[in-house]
């Protein structure tokens, strides 16, 4: 592999990369940018090469060396193009410290009822609504990755998991763990209901002790935006559940709050070491 200079950002081979923090390509087509070794390294695990791929990579200049265990696992064809740090900066509109950035491309996903269909008979799922920020878009994702969970189901008002920021949040996880967007929210519930799936709804006034929960067989944690929280309706369709807390606050951050919810939900279904 030789790498291809690039001297002028404007330049039409790698415009995927320009201005990255007034636009990103995610939710736009099957397009995404990665950033960082951790995340492409992430990108190009086995599991991930079966859903993603990379069509070509940019690195800054003095950071090529460093980045050979990447570009080593690169199919051969992937150009691999070369910045020095005033051009870098130039491209992005920011000053690029990670160094390294891939244009990615994810497989078409199948639709919610053959993804979780695919699923195993004892699955565990995280099913997203209204979450809007990127930030805790990516939490999220790295929670299931962390307490195992088999995928996560987004509804058609979340933002995308493959926003350049929520991939990085997320550590790379959102590269690793399945994900499948359905459509409303009370679409994605009749779907899990009839896969099997038991549903688990967050809620601040939830009816139940998450301690207390004992999941059996298939399982979907049902968490909502912070703020107006899961609709009423999906809470009546669901087992409702609270995370105790000290009085006088009013509720825990939605990533943080799914987070505690995964590792008991997990640890009771026998998942954690």
Same mark, same amino acid.
């Given at each position: 592999?030789?790498?291809?200079?690039?001297?002028?950002?404007?330049?039409?081979?790698?415009?995927?990369?320009?201005?990255?923090?007034?636009?990103?390509?995610?939710?736009?087509?099957?397009?995404?940018?990665?950033?960082?070794?951790?995340?492409?390294?992430?990108?190009?695990?086995?599991?991930?090469?079966?859903?993603?791929?990379?069509?070509?990579?940019?690195?800054?200049?003095?950071?090529?060396?460093?980045?050979?265990?990447?570009?080593?696992?690169?199919?051969?064809?992937?150009?691999?193009?070369?910045?020095?740090?005033?051009?870098?900066?130039?491209?992005?509109?920011?000053?690029?410290?990670?160094?390294?950035?891939?244009?990615?491309?994810?497989?078409?996903?199948?639709?919610? $009822?053959?993804?979780?269909?695919?699923?195993?008979?004892?699955?565990?799922?995280? $099913?997203?609504?209204?979450?809007?920020?990127?930030?805790?878009?990516?939490?999220?994702?790295?929670?299931?990755?962390?307490?195992?969970?088999?995928?996560?189901?987004?509804?058609? *008002?979340?933002?995308?998991?493959?926003?350049?920021?929520?991939?990085?949040?997320?550590?790379?996880? $959102?590269?690793?763990?399945?994900?499948?967007?359905?459509?409303?929210?009370?679409?994605? /519930?009749?779907?899990?209901?009839?896969?099997?799936?038991? *549903?688990?709804?967050?809620?601040?006034?939830?009816?139940?002790?998450?301690?207390?929960?004992?999941?059996?067989?298939?399982?979907?944690?049902?968490?909502?935006?912070?703020?107006?929280?899961?609709?009423?309706?999906?809470?009546?369709?669901?087992?409702?559940?609270?995370?105790?807390?000290?009085?006088?606050?009013?509720?825990?951050?939605?990533?943080?709050? *799914?987070? /505690?919810?995964?590792?008991?939900?997990?640890?009771?279904?026998?998942?954690?070491?």
């Amino acid at each position: 592999m030789i790498p291809i200079r690039i001297s002028d950002p404007d330049d039409p081979r790698i415009a995927e990369f320009v201005s990255l923090k007034e636009k990103d390509i995610a939710g736009r087509g099957d397009r995404f940018i990665a950033e960082g070794k951790v995340v492409l390294n992430a990108l190009l695990s086995l599991g991930a090469t079966e859903r993603f791929s990379v069509e070509k990579l940019l690195v800054l200049e003095n950071r090529l060396e460093g980045a050979g265990e990447i570009i080593d696992k690169l199919d051969a064809g992937i150009p691999v193009y070369v910045a020095d740090r005033a051009v870098m900066d130039a491209i992005t509109g920011f000053a690029m410290h990670r160094g390294v950035l891939a244009l990615g491309r994810h497989a078409p996903p199948p639709d919610l $009822a053959g993804f979780l269909d695919r699923l195993p008979g004892n699955a565990l799922v995280v $099913a997203c609504c209204g979450i809007s920020n990127h930030d805790n878009m990516g939490a999220i994702f790295r929670n299931a990755g962390v307490f195992g969970a088999d995928g996560v189901v987004i509804d058609e *008002t979340c933002c995308a998991p493959l926003y350049r920021k929520a991939i990085r949040v997320s550590v790379g996880a $959102a590269l690793r763990v399945p994900f499948c967007k359905g459509g409303e929210a009370s679409d994605i /519930l009749a779907a899990l209901d009839k896969a099997g799936f038991a *549903t688990i709804a967050l809620s601040p006034g939830g009816k139940t002790d998450i301690a207390d929960i004992r999941p059996a067989g298939r399982t979907a944690l049902v968490v909502g935006a912070e703020g107006p929280g899961l609709p009423a309706d999906i809470l009546a369709r669901t087992t409702t559940v609270r995370i105790p807390q000290a009085p006088g606050m009013d509720s825990l951050n939605v990533a943080t709050a *799914t987070g /505690l919810a995964l590792w008991q939900v997990a640890r009771a279904m026998g998942r954690l070491s």
